[in-house]
């Protein structure tokens, strides 16, 4: 019999409807216990979910000592706090990107949570799907020859733009650099497999965040990439890796159908090949991955350095959109 890790779920927030259905499907893992500032809320999402247990706290749900891992949810200027008390009682913590508002709070997260010997993923889950590891494995076989330029998208439309929405609120890190940018800028540093040297952004600003923004992310060997997020827009999330040979695009690079699939065009063949990897469930992925992690010792991969690589890059991007210039990452 597989050995399940034990999990509680910090918050009732609305991405629990996409993970609770991978955590059922999840060969390694059992949800025991769900947590709200109320009680009744949480009553009421644990007896819709089928979880055994409903705490009217936080710390009611961290001081369960039959919890092994903690999944985090909460709005992004709760991570690093609520993290840290979880790993403080001995919790695994997967939690909710970004992993903070910022590179610098990423690293001391990072550094605390391997001091207490404790597990620590950043919830991204396209790095989990089947289609990255097939994708990243025809990159590195020079299929389409050295990636050459990057561009990545990720936008929704927001309507109204609430200021009461948690996206929209700038005292709990909100905006959409950090909410939908972080998918593209880490596909970017990704399929390059480096880091841009500097960086340059313009931003709509609305209710003092971010409702859209562009950028660009230059390399030291004179590379280039681009990408745009926001709340403005249609419904897009794609990846495009162009090399010397031909170009790689992935429609729904993020958000990935069952039939997960993306298409290569060489410089001398224009025909459309297309690759499929069928049948896959990312964030299920994810949460075994994490749970064998937990359970059997390995290294978590990817670690929760990328976090803080990716936030390195963030920072500067906002940075950059705030002072209308290009800002150089050390």
Same mark, same amino acid.
């Given at each position: 019999?597989?050995?399940?890790?034990?999990?509680?779920?910090?918050?009732?927030?609305?991405?629990?409807?996409?993970?609770?259905?991978?955590?059922?499907?999840? +060969?390694?893992?059992?949800?025991?216990?769900?947590?709200?500032?109320?009680?009744?809320?949480?009553?009421?999402?644990?007896? &819709?979910?089928?979880?055994?247990?409903?705490?009217?706290?936080?710390?009611? =749900?961290? @001081?369960?000592?039959?919890?092994?891992?903690?999944?985090?949810?909460?709005?992004?200027?709760?991570?690093?706090?609520?993290?840290?008390?979880?790993?403080?009682?001995?919790?695994?913590?997967? /939690?909710?990107?970004?992993?903070?508002?910022?590179?610098?709070?990423?690293?001391?997260?990072?550094?605390? /949570?391997?001091?207490?010997?404790?597990?620590?993923?950043?919830?991204?889950?396209?790095?989990?799907?089947?289609?990255?590891?097939?994708?990243?494995?025809?990159?590195?076989?020079?299929?389409?020859?050295?990636?050459?330029?990057?561009?990545?998208?990720?936008?929704?439309?927001?309507?109204?733009? @609430?200021?009461?929405?948690?996206?929209?609120?700038?005292?709990?890190?909100? +905006?959409?650099?950090?909410?939908?940018? /972080? #998918?593209?800028? #880490?596909?970017?540093?990704?399929?390059?497999?480096?880091?841009?040297?500097?960086?340059?952004?313009?931003?709509?600003? &609305? %209710?003092?965040?971010?409702?859209?923004?562009?950028? *660009? =992310?230059?390399?030291?060997?004179?590379?280039?990439?681009?990408?745009? /997020?926001?709340?403005?827009?249609?419904?897009? *999330?794609?990846?495009?890796?162009?090399?010397?040979?031909?170009?790689?695009?992935?429609?729904?690079?993020? =958000?990935?159908?069952?039939?997960?699939?993306?298409?290569?065009?060489?410089?001398?063949?224009?025909?459309?090949?297309? %690759?499929?990897?069928?049948? %896959?469930?990312?964030?299920?992925?994810?949460?075994?991955?994490? +749970?064998?992690?937990?359970?059997?010792?390995?290294?978590?991969?990817?670690?929760? &350095?990328?976090?803080?690589?990716?936030?390195?890059?963030?920072?500067?991007?906002?940075?950059?959109?705030? &002072?209308?210039?290009?800002?150089?990452?050390?």
């Amino acid at each position: 019999m597989t050995q399940k890790l034990r999990w509680g779920i910090l918050g009732v927030a609305k991405i629990n409807e996409r993970l609770l259905p991978a955590f059922a499907k999840a +060969g390694n893992a059992e949800v025991r216990a769900i947590a709200s500032r109320s009680l009744d809320r949480a009553k009421a999402a644990a007896k &819709e979910a089928g979880i055994p247990l409903a705490y009217g706290s936080y710390d009611a =749900l961290l @001081d369960d000592p039959n919890i092994d891992a903690v999944y985090n949810p909460l709005p992004n200027t709760l991570h690093a706090e609520w993290t840290k008390k979880a790993v403080e009682r001995g919790k695994h913590v997967l /939690c909710e990107k970004p992993l903070t508002p910022t590179a610098d709070e990423a690293a001391e997260l990072v550094a605390f /949570c391997r001091a207490k010997k404790r597990c620590l993923m950043d919830g991204f889950m396209w790095p989990h799907h089947p289609r990255t590891a097939h994708l990243r494995q025809f990159l590195d076989q020079g299929n389409i020859g050295q990636v050459r330029r990057v561009t990545g998208s990720f936008t929704f439309p927001m309507s109204p733009l @609430d200021p009461n929405n948690i996206r929209l609120r700038g005292d709990l890190a909100g +905006g959409s650099l950090l909410d939908v940018g /972080c #998918y593209p800028v #880490y596909g970017i540093r990704w399929a390059f497999a480096e880091e841009p040297v500097r960086v340059w952004a313009s931003a709509r600003l &609305e %209710h003092d965040v971010d409702v859209e923004m562009s950028g *660009q =992310l230059f390399f030291a060997d004179g590379r280039t990439a681009t990408f745009d /997020c926001g709340f403005t827009q249609p419904f897009r *999330q794609w990846l495009e890796i162009v090399g010397e040979k031909g170009v790689a695009f992935v429609q729904d690079m993020w =958000l990935p159908p069952s039939r997960a699939i993306f298409e290569v065009r060489s410089d001398r063949d224009q025909d459309v090949q297309v %690759h499929a990897v069928e049948g %896959h469930d990312q964030i299920q992925h994810m949460i075994e991955n994490f +749970g064998r992690y937990v359970l059997e010792g390995g290294p978590v991969t990817p670690g929760p &350095e990328e976090a803080v690589k990716t936030l390195r890059v963030l920072d500067a991007l906002a940075r950059s959109a705030r &002072e209308k210039r290009e800002v150089s990452l050390g």
